[in-house]
């Protein structure tokens, strides 16, 4: 069974660093573009990031995301976090594998929970 769980959320100051994990199981990670997605009160689901199936680490301004292929786990480091990056994050699974990245969350199978994010003073 495909199942990912995020974890790591929590409340931090501005200007602060979080980095959230994502355990998958059920499917062999690697072999899959695996995004982070962000949801915030009111607005719609945006990617933040995603990592193709032949990297592991992934880079765009203050986001990192890597890959720890032997646990099965990914991780979002988010550093200068601002009040703007308040929401619920997400990590999916690319419908297929050796697909690349998608930045629409149709090309997504599977999902998480979600962790919450909150960046306030």
């Known amino acids: 069974q495909v199942q990912f769980v995020e974890s790591g959320g929590g409340l931090v100051q501005p200007g602060g660093s979080l980095r959230l994990s994502c355990a998958a199981s059920?499917?062999?990670?690697?072999?899959?573009?695996i995004s982070w997605f962000r949801q915030a009160p009111g607005k719609e689901r945006e990617e933040v990031l995603c990592?193709?199936?032949a990297d592991g680490r992934s880079v765009k301004g203050r986001f990192t995301i890597a890959r720890d292929n032997f646990r099965n786990m990914l991780y979002l480091q988010i550093n200068s976090l601002e009040p703007e990056d308040t929401a619920i994050y997400y990590c999916?699974?690319?419908?297929?594998?050796?697909?690349?990245?998608?930045?629409?969350?149709?090309?997504?199978?599977?999902w998480g929970q979600g962790t919450q994010v909150t960046v306030s003073s």
């Open positions: 059920g499917f062999t990670s690697q072999s899959y573009a």
């Open positions: 990592i193709n199936y």
């Open positions: 999916a699974r690319r419908r297929s594998e050796n697909f690349r990245c998608s930045e629409s969350a149709h090309g997504y199978d599977f």
